[in-house]
């Protein structure tokens, strides 16, 4: 009985923010290590290793990235709006760490698929920027990150911040599709989708193979990044309340 | 508790009308675009009566958003809204009464003063009735977008600035069906399942609104 009483449950121990610090330790390394071989393994394959597209050519390669970042740009959301739910359901530190950190990924993430969606069509489409459906929304997507870190900026109090940020997002995650199904009925040019469909890929092996390692090396990227902004945010507000604690004693 | 919630209704209506007029103003504004617009594009009756239910949709979207920081600013200032927190009325009926008084205050008017930009902007009898009803219709939406970020914000002293932006990338829908519901001759005509996805988008946002901005207000205050 004293035992389970020493010991704190599976749960508290992953979620408090002194065992986190313990706990996630040891993992950025390895992570870091493994994430790096999975993005050797997949640029050898994006850059050498699978065909050229009989009509794009070379530029094709550039999928690799951008089906990827455009892919974590919607996951990075859904991992903040999980997050959110923690912050106003628990009110658990650990959740409004997890969205505080994730948010500047999101938003970088989102901007890469545009930046390299505008690369790629430049040459293949003849113009950088189109006012078509699913790129225009991915803009509103990244309006909406901007967002998100405005407001966390604006708060000097992290808590009450992050309950303001968790409830703009969980309003967001209800509007997203709307402002997704709006934006194509307004215009529709790009190519529907062709990875995840009821009746399975339309692409050759060949380009599918590196496309779903490139999918795993950049998730894990997130996972790396996610994890070691979360341990730079925790440590922040530790030095904060170690600062505040101090400025008490002065005075 | 319907008796609170009408007094409350009351309660802003009259200080609106009696202390300035915010709503004049903002009437003022939404005109002025109208006059503004066709300096920038020239006195091209054609070409104006064609852009005119998009120059009419942007003077209501930025006057929309212009007004957001009245819905809960001066309540949170002088101490209103934690007394009405206090009381026996739920949060989320206040926030339904705010937004009700929002809407009559600052999106109301700039349905009235629609048939003045129609003349200013070319527009034929039947766009001017098609543009009204898609304001009525897509107005309070915007209102409640703006009562959720000013909920989310009134807590800060630099928030007029920051709900603008909050807000903007969510109203990009009622934005796109509003004008859906008004442009008509070129290509299908879709006027109308704009204009009926445009109220389910109000609807639903109008529904949401008050337990998210109660929510906020309750988080702000503590």
């Known amino acids: 009985m004293s035992h389970s009483q020493d010991r704190p449950g599976f749960w508290t121990r992953l979620s408090n923010p002194g065992q986190f610090l313990i706990w996630s330790r040891p993992l950025v390394v390895p992570l870091v290590v493994v994430t790096a071989a999975v993005f050797l393994v997949g640029l050898w394959f994006a850059l050498v290793n699978s065909p050229e597209d009989y009509q794009m050519g070379d530029t094709v390669r550039i999928m690799y990235i951008h089906v990827p970042t455009a892919w974590l740009s919607q996951f990075v959301y859904a991992v903040m709006a999980v997050s ?42 003849g113009t950088f920027w189109e006012w078509d459906g699913r790129m225009t929304s991915t803009l509103v997507l990244l309006l909406i990150y901007l967002g ?65 390692i490139m999918f795993g090396a950049f998730t ?6 996610h994890l070691v902004g979360m341990r730079t945010e925790v440590r922040r507000r530790r030095i904060a309340s170690l600062e505040r604690r101090l400025a008490q004693r002065g005075a | 508790m319907r008796r609170a919630f009408a007094a409350i209704i009351v309660r802003d209506i009259r200080l609106a009308l009696r202390a300035g007029s ?27 009566a064609q852009l005119a239910p998009a120059i009419v949709w942007i003077a209501a979207f930025l006057a929309s958003l212009i007004g957001i920081d009245r819905v809960f600013r001066d309540d949170f200032e ?8 206090h009381g026996t009325l739920p949060m989320e009926l206040v926030v ?9 205050l600052t999106a109301f008017p700039l349905i009235l003063a629609t048939p003045v930009l ?52 969510f109203a990009i829908p009622i934005l796109i069906f509003g004008v859906g519901a008004i442009a008509s001759g070129i290509g299908p005509d879709l006027t109308g399942s704009a204009r009926l996805l445009l109220a389910a988008i109000s609807l639903m946002l109008v529904a949401i609104a008050p337990f998210a901005a109660a929510l906020a207000v309750r988080a702000g205050e503590d």
């Open chain 1, 84 to 125: 959110a739910i923690g912050t106003l359901v628990w009110r658990h530190p650990m959740a409004d760490v997890s969205m505080k950190a994730a948010a500047p990924l999101g938003a970088t993430f989102t901007a890469l698929a545009l930046y390299t969606g505008s690369l790629w069509g430049r040459p293949t489409w």
């Open chain 1, 148 to 212: 998100i870190i405005a407001l966390w900026r604006a708060f000097e109090d992290p808590l009450r911040g992050a309950r303001m940020v968790a409830i703009l997002t969980l309003v967001g995650a209800i509007n997203i599709p709307i402002v997704k199904f709006s934006v194509d009925w307004w215009a529709t040019l790009h190519q529907p989708a062709s990875v995840l469909r009821a009746d399975g890929p339309t692409m050759p092996g060949s380009i599918l193979t590196p496309l779903l």
């Open chain 1, 220 to 225: 894990l990227l997130f996972i790396v990044l």
């Open chain 2, 22 to 48: 915010d709503a004049l103003t903002l009437v003022l504004f939404f005109v002025m675009i109208g006059i503004v617009v066709p300096f920038a594009i020239g006195p091209d009756r054609v070409l104006l």
């Open chain 2, 78 to 85: 002088d101490g209103t809204l934690m007394l009405l927190r």
């Open chain 2, 96 to 104: 339904l009464a705010k937004l009700i008084v929002h809407w009559l």
């Open chain 2, 118 to 169: 129609a003349v200013l902007l070319a527009m034929d009898p039947g766009a001017l009735w098609r543009t009204v009803i898609s304001l009525i219709l897509g107005t309070p939406g915007l209102a409640a977008l703006g009562a959720i970020g000013a909920g989310i914000t009134v807590s800060l002293r630099r928030g007029g600035l920051v709900a603008p932006v909050l807000v903007l990338p």
